[in-house]
């Protein structure tokens, strides 16, 4: 299972992005797909999940400005940034849980993607 990152870049504040996570590969059951992010020397934070049923948690830093969404059918997660801050700036990660006949599980990371907020 490979998990890759990407729509990152650069935007000044009160802008968007849109982040995607694609898992290629072979794989049981994706049970859930997170976004984290990780600023220079602070540790990973996490920012927002949905699980395979489609319900959604968010970082109370992030709610209301950012929306998690799912395509089972391209394997993809989406994470749409709105009224973006200088304290978004960071590498996002995806971070995806596999489950095996409902008794293993497997996590696997994306290698990030970077997302900077300055005028």
């Known amino acids: 299972v490979q998990v890759v990152e990407s729509g990152g870049g650069s935007v000044q504040p009160g802008g968007s992005l849109r982040l995607s996570c694609v898992v290629f590969g072979s794989y049981f059951s994706i049970t859930s797909m997170s976004w984290y992010r990780q600023d220079q020397g602070k540790q990973r934070e996490f920012v927002a999940r949905v699980d395979s049923g489609d319900s959604t948690y968010y970082a109370d830093s992030v709610k209301g400005r950012f929306t998690i969404s799912r395509d089972s059918a391209k394997n993809t997660a989406y994470l749409q940034m709105n009224n973006l801050n200088s304290e978004d700036t960071a590498v996002y990660f995806c971070?995806?849980?596999?489950?095996?006949?409902?008794?293993?599980?497997?996590?696997?990371w994306g290698q990030g993607t970077q997302v900077s907020v300055s005028s």
């Open positions: 971070h995806v849980v596999e489950t095996v006949l409902a008794i293993n599980t497997y996590k696997y």
